[in-house]
């Protein structure tokens, strides 16, 4: 299969963000094999002071992980969100228009116009396997957290668990790939390395559904 580029995956995601969205949640029940309650629990508690929504979609999420936090009544934050594709960029300006302490950068991932060491966390929902350059895009992250931030990231593996549902995800993927929705699925050791070879600690992993799910953080400055 070819390798897709940046700009196929940002056209591959050109589609309307209510159909997007519509769409997440098959792909999160079949070929993730998560669960919304399991994201917002994952993603809700990782919101320092300012954070970085990386490959922030529509926002659809984001917005869960707001009122989730409202509910639980944690402390607002600043939010920058990022996105590569223009239309599920739109979806999330549209989404937050009024909204004080939000702002949407169109920008890869790997190349965000953001300052060194600005942000004390990220979170990178359901994308770091849509990246085609997943190192630059990691490299890119730690750059922007200041030391000590952490990055929470589910990064999706090769279909696991018993038939059928390990079929249904691997023609899942397959489609996505074709589509240019999905860069690639890994392998858990591999995207660990990479991580770590980015320049990240761990501070905490588990295989939850077909996910890695993980919290890094940039080491505190010696
Ligand atoms: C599966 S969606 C996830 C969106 C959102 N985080 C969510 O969970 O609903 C993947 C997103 O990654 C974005 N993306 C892929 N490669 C990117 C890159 N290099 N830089 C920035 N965004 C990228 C796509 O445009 C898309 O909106």
């Avoid at 790997?110 to 990691?138: I, Q, R, Y």
């Amino acid at each position: 299969m070819t390798a897709k580029s940046r700009d196929d995956i940002a056209r591959a995601y050109r589609s309307e963000p209510w159909w997007y969205d519509v769409r997440g949640f098959f792909i999160l029940t079949f070929a993730y094999n998560s669960t919304l309650p399991a994201q917002l629990a994952f993603f809700g508690p990782n919101f320092g002071p300012r954070h970085l929504e990386v490959a922030c979609g529509t926002g659809t999420l984001l917005e869960l992980f707001l009122k989730w936090r409202r509910w639980k009544k944690l402390p607002a934050v600043e939010i920058v969100g990022v996105d590569y594709a223009e239309s599920m960029l739109a979806g999330a300006i549209d989404r937050f228009r009024g909204q004080p302490g939000m702002t949407f950068l169109h920008a890869d991932v790997a190349e965000m116009p953001l300052a060194d060491a600005s942000f004390d966390t990220a979170n990178v929902a359901n994308a770091v396997h849509c990246f085609p350059d997943v190192d630059a895009g990691l490299r890119g992250i730690l750059r922007v957290l200041k030391p000590g931030g952490t990055m929470a990231a589910n990064v999706l593996l090769y279909p696991r668990g018993a038939w059928p549902l390990r079929a249904i995800a691997g023609r899942i993927n397959r489609w996505g790939m074709k589509k240019g929705i999905l860069y690639t699925p890994y392998e858990q050791a591999d995207i660990r390395r990479r991580i770590v070879e980015a320049g990240f600690e761990i501070v905490s992993e588990r295989i939850a559904g077909n996910c890695y799910d993980v919290l890094a953080r940039r080491p505190a400055a010696a």
